[in-house]
């Protein structure tokens, strides 16, 4: 799209002059003789470039400064003038002014404003679009869910966003310990400055040290140069340290201090670096059993500890599931389709399917799906893991532990859940009905939607 750039002077042959200049350049360049025509067309047209003369009849160029960063305060703002004062410039630039220049002026020099004018517009879109995008991705829109876990979950991070607190996040792989920690991050104060991760279980333990602190040139075997670690990455920021229970016993002393003292060295290094860093960390493992079998230090986990936020397994949501595979759905279709996103058949499947690898399982199964079939997700594109245990839970036959294993009593409750739910279905929402049909008492009934907080729904 052709750049457009507005021409504001009382002055006939000063317009026609930069507009031909202008249009030399490659720019789409239109003219108004005063404030009042130009910020009519303003109204009407947008423009990535204003070039106004400071003197003229009626309002002049600042007062019309100040109302082009109201109207339109994307919009960049070239002043000219042929009566330059010192105070006259910095109270421009005060109003948001790109630049001041004086006549005469020479060509090259009005051409390299207008270059770095658009440049600088140019990134503060990005900018804006960039954060807009942070926003949208994390802030809790790659959370998805409505189940009461997940609205519980978005109260947390409402509430530990505004805090400095250190945060440990638990629960199983692919549950979305990650995105947990940048919500918290980007719906902070630190939200502008690094949020920085590391999986210390995919560090050998060797180099583990040098990644966390950073090393000075000649400190072992390979160090050439000196390398800051990830503690002066992000500082100012947000540090995750995922599978932090992967940290060997003989550094964690060593972590334990940073946290401590906020300061640290470098390997080989004889100077204490400070830091300012909030800590995420998170384990798909229990850290308290680490600490009685002595894998953990217990000074550690309190510091780390602070708030503790437990990732809820997707087979304890199933309800959430729908919401998903039409988050993921839009993911990879794009530009979205109107077609059908999910069979009956297939959502039934995967509802009763209890998703050992959780919310990224669920993801890669749904773009299997996408590549092998159609942009609709049926029965006849899941994997046999998926529709064998569907076809085996419905018919009573013999049931199969997931190779990873499986957490037996949120597996149940997941169960019953579903169960309560359906039976709510078929009794048109009226708990009573739905009570008689799975064989309950209205007590009992009411009990069981309690314990899974259903009750005020």
Request: net charge negative; proline share 4%.
């Given at each position: 799209?052709?750049?457009?750039i507005?021409?504001?002077?009382?002055?006939?042959?000063?317009?026609?002059?930069?507009?031909?200049?202008?249009?030399?350049?490659?720019y789409?360049?239109?003219?108004?003789?005063?404030?009042?025509?130009?910020?009519?067309?303003?109204?009407?047209?947008?423009?990535?470039?204003?070039i106004s003369?400071v003197?003229?009849?009626?309002?002049?160029?600042?007062?019309?400064?100040?109302?082009?960063?109201?109207?339109?305060?994307?919009?960049?703002?070239?002043?000219?003038?042929?009566?330059?004062?010192?105070?006259?410039?910095v109270?421009?630039?005060?109003?948001?002014?790109?630049?001041?220049?004086?006549?005469?002026?020479?060509?090259?020099?009005?051409?390299?404003?207008?270059?770095?004018?658009?440049e600088?517009?140019?990134?503060?879109?990005?900018?804006?679009?960039?954060r807009?995008?942070?926003?949208?991705?994390?802030?809790?829109?790659?959370?998805?869910?409505?189940?009461?876990?997940?609205?519980?979950?978005?109260?947390?991070?409402?509430?530990?966003?505004a805090?400095?607190?250190?945060?440990?996040?638990?629960?199983?792989?692919g549950?979305?310990?990650?995105?947990?920690?940048?919500?918290?991050?980007?719906?902070?104060?630190?939200?502008?400055?690094?949020?920085?991760?590391?999986?210390?279980?995919?560090?050998?333990?060797?180099?583990?040290?040098?990644?966390?602190?950073?090393?000075?040139?000649?400190?072992?075997?390979?160090?050439?140069?000196?390398?800051?670690?990830?503690?002066?990455?992000?500082?100012?920021?947000?540090?995750?340290?995922?599978?932090?229970?992967?940290?060997?016993?003989?550094?964690?002393?060593?972590?334990?201090?940073?946290?401590?003292?906020?300061?640290?060295?470098?390997?080989?290094?004889?100077?204490?670096?400070?830091?300012?860093?909030?800590?995420?960390?998170?384990?798909?493992?229990?850290?308290?059993d680490?600490?009685?079998?002595?894998?953990?230090?217990?000074?550690?986990?309190?510091?780390?500890?602070?708030?503790?936020?437990?990732?809820?397994?997707?087979?304890?949501?199933?309800?959430?599931?729908?919401?998903?595979?039409?988050?993921?759905?839009?993911?990879?279709?794009?530009?979205?389709?109107?077609?059908?996103?999910?069979?009956?058949?297939?959502?039934?499947?995967?509802?009763?399917?209890?998703?050992?690898?959780?919310?990224?399982?669920l993801?890669?199964?749904?773009?299997?799906?996408?590549?092998?079939?159609?942009?609709?997700?049926?029965?006849?594109?899941?994997?046999?893991?998926?529709?064998?245990?569907?076809?085996?839970?419905?018919?009573?036959?013999?049931?199969?532990?997931?190779?990873?294993?499986?957490?037996?009593?949120?597996?149940?409750?997941?169960?019953?859940?579903?169960?309560?739910?359906?039976?709510?279905?078929?009794?048109?929402?009226?708990?009573?009905?739905?009570?008689?049909?799975?064989?309950?008492?209205?007590r009992?009934?009411?009990?069981?939607?309690?314990?899974?907080?259903?009750?005020?729904?």
């Amino acid at each position: 799209m052709q750049t457009r750039i507005l021409i504001v002077d009382d002055e006939l042959s000063m317009r026609e002059f930069l507009a031909i200049l202008l249009e030399r350049e490659g720019y789409n360049a239109e003219q108004a003789e005063n404030a009042e025509a130009a910020l009519n067309m303003l109204g009407t047209v947008g423009y990535d470039l204003i070039i106004s003369d400071v003197n003229m009849p009626g309002l002049d160029g600042l007062a019309l400064l100040k109302m082009v960063k109201r109207i339109s305060p994307e919009t960049a703002v070239l002043l000219v003038t042929a009566f330059s004062t010192s105070e006259q410039a910095v109270e421009a630039m005060k109003l948001g002014a790109y630049d001041y220049i004086a006549k005469p002026f020479k060509v090259e020099e009005i051409k390299v404003l207008v270059r770095n004018a658009l440049e600088k517009r140019d990134l503060e879109r990005e900018n804006l679009r960039l954060r807009k995008e942070i926003h949208e991705r994390y802030g809790f829109s790659g959370l998805v869910g409505k189940s009461r876990k997940m609205r519980e979950l978005y109260t947390l991070i409402e509430k530990l966003a505004a805090s400095t607190a250190s945060v440990l996040i638990l629960g199983e792989s692919g549950t979305g310990k990650e995105l947990v920690a940048k919500a918290i991050h980007y719906n902070s104060p630190r939200r502008d400055r690094p949020f920085v991760a590391i999986n210390c279980g995919a560090i050998p333990d060797t180099l583990m040290e040098s990644e966390l602190f950073g090393h000075r040139k000649g400190a072992f075997t390979g160090a050439i140069a000196d390398r800051p670690g990830i503690f002066e990455q992000a500082n100012g920021g947000t540090l995750f340290l995922d599978e932090i229970g992967e940290v060997p016993l003989q550094l964690q002393a060593k972590l334990l201090r940073v946290l401590q003292e906020r300061e640290f060295r470098r390997v080989g290094g004889t100077q204490d670096i400070k830091t300012d860093v909030r800590i995420v960390a998170a384990s798909n493992r229990d850290l308290e059993d680490q600490v009685k079998e002595g894998s953990f230090r217990e000074d550690l986990f309190y510091r780390v500890n602070v708030v503790q936020i437990r990732m809820p397994a997707l087979r304890e949501r199933p309800e959430d599931i729908p919401l998903l595979v039409e988050h993921f759905h839009k993911k990879f279709v794009q530009p979205p389709c109107n077609a059908e996103i999910i069979t009956a058949e297939a959502l039934k499947s995967l509802v009763s399917y209890p998703f050992p690898g959780n919310v990224r399982e669920l993801e890669n199964l749904v773009e299997r799906c996408l590549v092998l079939g159609d942009k609709t997700i049926s029965r006849s594109c899941l994997p046999e893991q998926v529709t064998d245990f569907s076809s085996s839970a419905s018919s009573g036959g013999q049931l199969d532990i997931p190779p990873e294993g499986m957490n037996l009593e949120a597996y149940l409750d997941g169960i019953e859940k579903r169960f309560l739910l359906k039976a709510l279905e078929k009794g048109g929402g009226v708990k009573k009905r739905a009570a008689e049909i799975l064989g309950l008492s209205f007590r009992s009934f009411r009990y069981r939607l309690a314990k899974f907080g259903m009750d005020e729904e």
